[in-house]
């Protein structure tokens, strides 16, 4: 057994000591402490004394909320966008990682940190969705907007685009534009080409 040291009075980080509070199974000195949080633990006095017990446990909380929080947005829309975006971009068992990282789809390297996207694409609109403007092409400024959910709808890879007077759109949005039924429109066009299904 050691020679016994009394810590009692004695501050170590966030700990300030107490009382003893007897020995461990190997004989060690424990300690009641009271953390500057207001919380009282028992710690080892060989722990205390060489720093690795600096607190109740609350300043290694604090770290990593500091870390995950860094930028204040942790948990809010925008960043939760930024997140699923780079996760169906990078890990494999994503949903709907087959439609985005597996056909090489990518988010760009100055968008891995979220203060930049944030930067670049300021606060997301209410109910508005992240879209690549150019559907294979990657995540960067250059090709992404944001969208209402109808625009998004319109830009899938799956959707019938029709060129009709150096345009180009989907078949929901020609309907709009023309103020013909879609089902109406969609009938005639497989039946007609562009010129007669829009004019009939």
């Known amino acids: 057994m050691g020679k016994f040291i009394d810590l009692t009075g004695q501050k170590f980080g966030r700990l300030t000591v107490l009382s003893e509070a007897g020995r461990d199974k190997h004989g060690k000195g424990m300690w009641l402490c009271e953390c500057e949080c207001g919380t009282q633990k028992v710690v080892n006095g060989c722990a ?33 966008v930024w997140k699923a975006m780079r996760r169906r971009c990078r890990e494999i068992n994503f949903t709907s990682y087959k439609d985005y990282g597996g056909r090489g789809i990518t988010v760009c390297e100055q968008w891995d940190k979220f203060e930049n996207f944030y ?38 890879r799956n959707n019938r685009v029709i060129k009709y007077g150096g345009k180009s759109q989907c078949l929901s949005a020609w309907a709009e534009e023309l103020g013909i039924n ?19």
Do not use: V
């Open 48 to 80: 205390l004394r060489k720093g690795d017990t600096r607190s109740c446990g609350c300043l290694s909380r604090e770290l990593l909320d500091k870390r995950n929080h860094k930028h204040g947005m942790y948990g809010a829309p925008i960043h939760n």
């Open 182 to 200: 879609k089902n109406t429109l969609r009938d005639r066009l497989n039946r007609y080409p562009p010129q007669l299904a829009f004019n009939m």
């Open 119 to 156: 930067a670049d694409m300021d606060d997301r609109p209410e109910k508005g969705t992240i879209e690549r403007i150019d559907n294979n092409g990657n995540y960067e400024l250059a090709n992404c907007k944001w969208a209402t959910q109808k625009e998004q709808c319109r830009n899938k």
